[in-house]
């Protein structure tokens, strides 16, 4: 059972637009920036999104993150084939004083 | 570049130990931290602990504080995470990844990004 909830899958067609959501708390998203890693399967996560809203660069615009109260989410427009993987969400849980991530969302580009 | 660099794959006995190494470059290795994240067989990233490169400082998760222990040899820019008394459950992919974080001093809240990660190192638990 994962700190932070996310839905187990999305799926939209190619040139459409998703969003993945990422539920916690105050001692978590409510008090500390989210981080959105990407994973492809067999390999390491790399980040998409730190700080609730930054791309690092190389990062392409049509990413994006936003927060609202204990809540985050991930936004991809012009979906491709190629941004099939899964998404974590992550962050600091103040209370429990450990790193917390979600359980991951599957990405399918029908 | 930055790189991360893992030790191979371990097979080993329940009730057994585990080492992972995670040889860094590209970067002064005392200016981040180190966080270790593990991830079982088809399943979610966990979160495992990290470590302080220049002060040596740890933070645990509560399932694992018992058994694993982090270090780093600043000398060779190498972080260490070992796991003892393995389990089958203990099987996964263990990562290491360098912490980039930020405090900000004026909401009081913390920005922890894993920005660079090593390759992953698989551990199988079987008897």
């Known amino acids: 059972q994962s700190v932070l909830t996310q839905p187990p899958s999305v799926s939209a067609a190619p040139g459409q637009k998703v969003t993945i959501s990422c539920s916690g708390s105050?001692?978590?998203?409510?008090?500390?920036?989210v981080t959105w890693y990407q994973q492809f399967p067999g390999t390491a996560p790399k980040v998409l999104i730190y700080?609730?809203?930054e791309r690092p660069s190389g990062i392409p615009e049509r990413m994006s993150g936003s927060k609202s109260g204990t809540s985050a989410t991930l936004g991809i427009t012009g979906l491709q084939t190629g941004d099939e993987a899964d998404y974590y969400c992550?962050?600091?849980?103040?209370?429990?004083?450990?790193?917390?991530f979600g359980g991951g969302t599957k990405l399918i580009v029908l | 570049q930055v790189q991360l660099k893992q030790s191979g794959a371990e097979v080993k006995k329940p009730g057994a130990s585990v080492r992972v190494s995670c040889k860094t470059s590209g970067y002064r290795f005392t200016a981040y931290g180190i966080t270790w994240v593990r991830q079982a067989p088809g399943q979610g990233l966990e979160w495992m602990g990290g470590?302080?490169?220049?002060?040596?400082?740890?933070s645990y998760a509560q399932s694992l504080q018992d058994r694993i222990t982090m270090t780093t040899d600043t000398s060779t820019s190498t972080a260490y995470m070992e796991l003892r008394s393995l389990r089958s459950d203990d099987t996964a992919v263990y990562f290491c990844?360098?912490?980039?974080?930020?405090?900000?001093?004026?909401?009081?809240?913390?920005?922890?990004?894993?920005?660079?990660w090593g390759q992953g190192t698989v551990v199988t638990v079987s008897s």
């Open positions: 700080d609730d809203t």
């Open positions: 992550g962050t600091w849980d103040s209370s429990l004083s450990v790193g917390v």
């Open positions: 470590i302080s490169a220049v002060f040596g400082n740890t």
């Open positions: 105050s001692s978590n998203i409510g008090n500390n920036n």
């Open positions: 990844a360098r912490l980039f974080e930020t405090h900000y001093l004026g909401s009081g809240s913390y920005s922890p990004a894993l920005d660079m």
